[in-house]
């Protein structure tokens, strides 16, 4: 517990991040950039689990295991991602997103 | 002012600023060592709220996987390191308008909440005699959590599977073109 902290900094610092991820997945123009825009938003959620857990509900420790499989899926979402880039820049020798327009009929 | 809060203050404003570059810069590498250098912020305000063991994930997964996979796609693919093209799109005004309007309409709901009228959670029986966060930790992954600890293994085995088959380099080239 910190003195003069409570769980509405936490939340609002976490509403920041994900606002600023959230400009970063919609105006990046490559695939690499919305990425972690991504990342930043998973990031502020977690950050408001862990918050919960350790003001709210200190008794149980859900807010830390949903921020641990969190981090693992971001972790595989990225993995995935990452190669779905590099795909893409075989394919078409760019990885800007407006570009990528395969499925365009 | 005691420490703490100087170093939560601190904290929160460095993280702000990194994650405002992050998604500002125009150099994409740069753009992800200030990723990295969030996600080190983030870990700190883990420990600040005594979640050791989640901190030390963050650190490994988050700043020592995931970053250098994306340091990894920007050096794979060549021109993203490239300075000349612009590097937002052309509705960057609307974007930061909208996303100002999300952060407000976001702290207006949270400060208008009454958070002390939530029950807190009641404790868990399997944590009974744990002695600090680590401990905690392992009992709660091997009791309570135990099905979706194994789960997310699954899962995480199936994307790496999955990411290799999608970033092979022959994925449906005719055999006779090598």
């Known amino acids: 517990m910190i003195p003069g902290v409570t769980l509405d900094h936490y939340l ?11 400009f970063g997945v919609l105006t990046r123009r490559n695939a690499v950039g919305v990425l972690m825009g991504l990342e930043l938003m998973l990031n502020a959620v977690n950050l408001n689990l862990v918050a919960f ?4 509900h ?3 420790l859900g807010g830390q295991m949903l921020t641990l499989f969190t981090i693992t899926i971001a972790a595989a979402e990225a993995t995935v991602g990452l190669a779905l880039v590099v795909s893409l820049f075989r394919a078409r020798r760019s990885v800007r997103v407006d570009e990528a327009d395969l499925l365009k009929g | 002012m005691s420490f703490l809060t100087i170093l939560f203050y601190g904290v929160s404003a460095l993280m702000v600023f990194t994650a405002v570059r992050t998604v500002t810069a125009v150099h994409v590498f740069r753009s992800a ?4 250098a969030t996600l080190s912020l983030v870990a700190v305000q883990y420990l600040l709220l005594g979640a050791e063991f989640v901190a030390v994930v963050q650190l490994l997964v988050y700043v020592g996987a ?5 340091i990894f796609a920007v050096m794979l693919t060549a021109q993203l390191g490239d300075e000349r093209i612009s590097q937002t799109n052309r509705l960057a005004l609307p974007a930061a308008l909208g996303c100002g309007a999300a952060f407000y309409g976001l702290s207006w709901a949270l400060s208008s909440t009454d958070w002390s009228k939530v029950t807190p959670a009641a404790a868990d029986p399997a944590l009974q005699g744990a002695s600090g966060n680590l401990q905690a930790v392992g009992l709660s992954l091997l009791s309570t959590y135990v099905y979706p600890f194994e789960m997310v293994g699954l899962l995480l085995f199936t994307a790496l599977v999955g990411a290799v088959l999608i970033a092979r380099k022959d994925l449906d080239a005719p055999k006779a073109a090598k």
């Open chain 1, 53 to 56: 857990n350790g003001l709210l």
């Open chain 1, 58 to 60: 200190r008794s149980a």
């Open chain 1, 12 to 22: 609002l610092l976490s509403s920041a991040l994900f606002s600023i991820g959230l």
């Open chain 2, 33 to 36: 060592l200030y990723l990295a």
């Open chain 2, 66 to 70: 995931v970053i250098v996979l994306i």
